[in-house]
T-cell receptor, first 113, second 115 residues
Framework: GEDVEQSLFLSVREGDSSVINCTYT??????LYWYKQEPGAGLQLLTY?????DMKQDQRLTVLLNKKDKHLSLRIADTQTGDSAIYFC?????????????FGTGTKLQVIP | NAGVTQTPKFRILKIGQSMTLQCTQD?????MYWYRQDPGMGLKLIYY???????DKGEVPNGYNVSRSTTEDFPLRLELAAPSQTSVYFC??????????????FGPGTRLTVL
């Protein structure tokens, strides 16, 4: 399909791990991104992964990429209440000229104390 | 640096009214974008610009217009507001369009309600 798909909602307990999943559309996407949106604010880049990588770790964040299934995931270890936000995955579509970034539908992460 | 600033933060319009949403960035970015965000729908690209004097349509341009007379400013114009344009609007900018340099920096958003 055309859309970058994510589940709408995820609830976890503080201290547990969170896994947010994303299915993207363009198998030739060179970079894939995770953005975080806190309440009442714009999006901020959390992390990104280059398409020739399977995994990238950055402190509590682990990004896994399965190119065959066009599946991207973001794992947050030891989830804290400050991690409550909406998380968007994004892919780059197109080749040559302007390559557009397309955002997913967003997953709202609720962390229960 | 202030980053990306947007004004106003909130606005209520009547059907048929016009308004301009302002966006300014001080990072000397060539690329600028306007998105709208509707609940459960993610971000939809309205218009984008790859430099001063150059703009192009995104996914949902109908009912909007933009201009880019300077590198810093990228205003979004609604000519005849309709209830379907009730949304949160985000302006963003990036250094380039590819790879890591495509990190987009977002403004705080404008919440628009059309009644």
């Amino acid at each position: 399909g055309e859309d970058v798909e994510q589940s709408l909602f995820l609830s976890v307990r503080e201290g547990d791990s969170s896994v947010i999943n994303c299915t993207y559309t363009d198998s030739s996407s060179t970079y894939l991104y995770w953005y975080k949106q806190e309440p009442g604010a714009g999006l901020q880049l959390l992390t990104y992964i280059f398409s020739n990588m399977d995994m990238k770790q950055d402190q509590r964040l682990t990004v896994l990429l399965n190119k065959k299934d066009k599946h991207l995931s973001l794992r947050i270890a030891d989830t804290q209440t400050g991690d409550s936000a909406i998380y968007f995955c994004a892919e780059i579509r197109g080749s040559g000229g302007y390559q557009k970034v397309t955002f997913g539908t967003g997953t709202k992460l609720q962390v229960i104390p | 640096n202030a980053g990306v600033t947007q004004t106003p933060k909130f606005r209520i319009l009547k059907i048929g009214q016009s308004m301009t949403l302002q966006c300014t960035q001080d990072m000397n970015h060539n690329y600028m974008y306007w998105y709208r965000q509707d609940p459960g729908m993610g971000l939809k690209l309205i218009y984008y610009s790859v430099g001063a004097g150059i703009t192009d349509k995104g996914e949902v341009p109908n009912g909007y217009n933009v201009s880019r007379s300077t590198t810093e400013d990228f205003p979004l114009r609604l000519e005849l507001a309709a209830p379907s344009q009730t949304s949160v609007y985000f302006c963003a900018s990036s250094y380039s369009w590819s790879g890591r340099d495509n990190e987009q920096f977002f403004g705080p958003g404008t919440r628009l309600t059309v009644l």
